[in-house]
T-cell receptor
Framework: KNQVEQSPQSLIILEGKNCTLQCNYTVSPFSNLRWYKQDTGRGPVSLTI?????NTKSNGRYTATLDADTKQSSLHITASQLSDSASYICVVSGSNAGNMLTFGGGTRLMVKP | DAGVIQSPRHEVTEMGQEVTLRCKPI?????LFWYRQTMMRGLELLIY????????DSGMPEDRFSAKMPNASFSTLKIQPSEPRDSAVYFCASTRTGRVGEQYFGPGTRLTVT
């Protein structure tokens, strides 16, 4: 069964600090992995996408890594800002036809001043 | 582009009533997805369409739920009769062929069934 597990479930950090969110998956065959940011009361918005051959990808202060061998991904946020407070959802796509998306439960991040 | 449009943004209804949620996908997108999000279960895919045709409705919880896509620019999700456990945020998302992982989500409809 395809699964995506995220940790921690929630995290509180001080503004300016760094943090790392984890994502483990069992989706097979694997196509790509995305990190979405969901602000309270809004729909998720894609931050990064990573395919099998990519190890790391950055989007501003967000850096995602992927280890396809161990089926793990991380999202590192540098110099956090108050606006980073949101849920971060790891989403994995399978490459089989009709194998849509498997969503992680998300990590709820709160950045405090 | 206005993005994915959903209506209403909030819906409060009594148990047993019919609820209809509406979605307008981004123009040119040929995939449309309906999701439900709760604190307990996170995001769950209910059903998705490709070129207005339902492809996979295995996520629809039960027969009380139905979805239609009469044309490329409009879809509905109907719950009849509604129950308190249907209370959730319902998202519609769209994308185009070849970019299924890159879905654009609407703002969601927060449904409360009392």
């Amino acid at each position: 069964k395809n699964q995506v597990e995220q940790s921690p479930q929630s995290l509180i950090i001080l503004e300016g600090k760094n943090c790392t969110l984890q994502c483990n998956y069992t989706v097979s065959p694997f196509s790509n992995l995305r990190w979405y940011k969901q602000d309270t009361g809004r729909g998720p918005v894609s931050l990064t996408i990573m395919t099998f051959s990519e190890n790391t990808k950055s989007n501003g202060r967000y850096t995602a890594t992927l280890d396809a061998d161990t089926k793990q991904s991380s999202l590192h946020i540098t110099a956090s800002q108050l606006s980073d407070s949101a849920s971060y959802i790891c989403v994995v796509s399978g490459s089989n036809a009709g194998n849509m998306l498997t969503f992680g439960g998300g990590t709820r991040l709160m950045v405090k001043p | 582009d206005a993005g994915v449009i959903q209506s209403p943004r909030h819906e409060v209804t009594e148990m047993g009533q019919e609820v209809t949620l509406r979605c307008k996908p981004i123009s040119g997108h040929d995939y449309l997805f309906w999701y439900r999000q709760t604190m307990m279960r996170g995001l769950e895919l209910l059903i998705y369409f490709n070129n207005n045709v339902p492809i996979d409705d295995s996520g629809m919880p039960e027969d009380r739920f139905s979805a239609k896509m009469p044309n490329a620019s409009f879809s509905t999700l109907k719950i009849q009769p509604s129950e308190p456990r249907d209370s959730a945020v319902y998202f519609c998302a769209s994308t185009r062929t070849g970019r299924v992982g890159e879905q654009y989500f609407g703002p969601g409809t927060r449904l409360t069934v009392t």
